[in-house]
Protein backbone atom coordinates (compact mmCIF):
# COMPACT_ATOMS: atom_id res chain seq x y z
CA UNK A 1 0.00 0.00 0.00
CA UNK A 2 1.63 3.25 -0.98
CA UNK A 3 0.94 6.19 1.34
CA UNK A 4 1.78 9.94 0.25
CA UNK A 5 2.37 12.77 2.81
CA UNK A 6 2.71 16.15 1.98
CA UNK A 7 4.54 19.17 3.33
CA UNK A 8 5.50 22.85 2.63
CA UNK A 9 1.80 24.05 2.96
CA UNK A 10 1.21 27.51 4.66
CA UNK A 11 0.11 31.42 4.63
CA UNK A 12 1.84 33.43 1.98
CA UNK A 13 1.73 37.00 0.51
CA UNK A 14 0.73 37.19 -3.26
CA UNK A 15 3.47 37.28 -5.52
CA UNK A 16 6.02 35.29 -3.34
CA UNK A 17 7.12 31.59 -3.79
CA UNK A 18 6.45 28.28 -2.03
CA UNK A 19 7.63 24.92 -2.48
CA UNK A 20 5.55 21.85 -1.21
CA UNK A 21 7.16 18.20 -0.98
CA UNK A 22 5.50 14.99 -1.41
CA UNK A 23 6.77 11.80 0.56
CA UNK A 24 6.25 8.45 -0.97
CA UNK A 25 6.56 5.61 1.07
CA UNK A 26 5.35 1.67 0.67
CA UNK A 27 6.03 1.75 -2.97
CA UNK A 28 9.18 3.03 -4.91
CA UNK A 29 8.60 6.53 -6.79
CA UNK A 30 10.08 5.15 -10.26
CA UNK A 31 6.87 2.58 -10.82
CA UNK A 32 4.83 5.72 -9.80
CA UNK A 33 2.99 8.42 -12.08
CA UNK A 34 2.45 11.35 -9.29
CA UNK A 35 0.30 14.56 -10.16
CA UNK A 36 -1.21 17.20 -7.66
CA UNK A 37 -4.18 18.48 -7.10
CA UNK A 38 -6.02 21.09 -5.30
CA UNK A 39 -9.48 21.78 -3.62
CA UNK A 40 -10.40 25.82 -2.69
CA UNK A 41 -13.19 26.06 -0.64
CA UNK A 42 -16.38 25.00 -2.01
CA UNK A 43 -15.11 23.69 -5.17
CA UNK A 44 -14.53 20.17 -6.57
CA UNK A 45 -10.54 18.82 -6.67
CA UNK A 46 -8.85 20.11 -9.42
CA UNK A 47 -5.70 19.09 -11.62
CA UNK A 48 -3.01 20.83 -11.20
CA UNK A 49 0.25 19.40 -12.52
CA UNK A 50 1.52 15.69 -12.64
CA UNK A 51 4.97 14.04 -14.03
CA UNK A 52 5.93 10.75 -15.44
CA UNK A 53 7.70 8.14 -13.60
CA UNK A 54 10.83 9.14 -15.21
CA UNK A 55 10.33 12.67 -15.03
CA UNK A 56 10.54 13.00 -18.38
CA UNK A 57 7.21 14.24 -19.35
CA UNK A 58 5.06 17.11 -17.40
CA UNK A 59 1.39 18.22 -17.74
CA UNK A 60 -0.19 21.49 -15.92
CA UNK A 61 -3.36 22.99 -15.79
CA UNK A 62 -4.04 26.50 -17.96
CA UNK A 63 -4.22 28.11 -14.67
CA UNK A 64 -1.08 27.45 -13.89
CA UNK A 65 1.48 26.95 -16.48
CA UNK A 66 4.50 29.14 -16.37
CA UNK A 67 3.96 29.88 -12.76
CA UNK A 68 4.16 26.25 -11.13
CA UNK A 69 6.83 23.15 -11.63
CA UNK A 70 6.36 19.79 -10.76
CA UNK A 71 9.61 17.30 -10.18
CA UNK A 72 10.40 13.81 -8.83
CA UNK A 73 13.56 12.69 -7.31
CA UNK A 74 13.31 9.20 -7.18
CA UNK A 75 16.14 8.70 -4.84
CA UNK A 76 14.10 10.56 -2.05
CA UNK A 77 10.77 9.40 -3.20
CA UNK A 78 9.52 12.70 -3.18
CA UNK A 79 7.66 14.91 -5.59
CA UNK A 80 7.68 18.66 -5.53
CA UNK A 81 5.98 21.26 -6.73
CA UNK A 82 7.46 24.10 -6.89
CA UNK A 83 4.82 27.24 -6.69
CA UNK A 84 5.61 30.73 -8.22
CA UNK A 85 3.63 34.33 -8.48
CA UNK A 86 1.25 32.92 -6.32
CA UNK A 87 -2.16 34.39 -6.16
CA UNK A 88 -5.19 34.67 -4.07
CA UNK A 89 -7.05 32.33 -6.40
CA UNK A 90 -4.28 29.45 -5.96
CA UNK A 91 -5.23 29.29 -2.35
CA UNK A 92 -6.36 25.63 -1.75
CA UNK A 93 -6.14 22.71 -0.01
CA UNK A 94 -3.09 20.97 -1.91
CA UNK A 95 -3.45 16.61 -2.15
CA UNK A 96 -0.20 14.55 -3.89
CA UNK A 97 -1.57 11.74 -5.92
CA UNK A 98 -0.04 8.41 -7.30
CA UNK A 99 -1.12 6.06 -10.15
CA UNK A 100 0.83 2.66 -10.07
CA UNK A 101 -0.62 2.20 -13.89
CA UNK A 102 -1.35 4.18 -16.74
CA UNK A 103 -0.01 7.28 -17.88
CA UNK A 104 0.59 10.91 -16.12
CA UNK A 105 -0.81 12.55 -19.09
CA UNK A 106 -4.73 10.95 -18.07
CA UNK A 107 -5.16 13.90 -15.76
CA UNK A 108 -8.66 12.92 -14.37
CA UNK A 109 -8.90 12.01 -10.43
CA UNK A 110 -10.56 9.14 -10.63
CA UNK A 111 -7.29 7.26 -12.41
CA UNK A 112 -5.18 8.15 -9.52
CA UNK A 113 -4.57 5.17 -7.07
CA UNK A 114 -3.32 7.02 -4.12
CA UNK A 115 -3.79 10.33 -2.08
CA UNK A 116 -2.07 12.00 0.43
CA UNK A 117 -4.13 13.98 3.03
CA UNK A 118 -3.45 17.25 1.43
CA UNK A 119 -1.61 20.40 2.77
CA UNK A 120 -2.85 24.21 3.01
CA UNK A 121 -2.20 27.33 1.22
CA UNK A 122 -3.28 30.38 1.77
CA UNK A 123 -2.19 33.19 -0.17
CA UNK A 124 -3.80 36.59 1.28
CA UNK A 125 -1.80 40.24 1.85
Known amino acids: QVQLVESGGGLVQPGTSLTLSCTAS????????MAWFRQALGKERAFVGS????????YYAGSVKGRFTISRDNAKNTVYLHMTNLKPEDTAVYFC??????????????????WGQGTQVTVSS
Open 51 to 58: IGRNANNT
Open 97 to 114: AAKSYGMAAITTSTTFHY
Open 26 to 33: GSTLSGLA
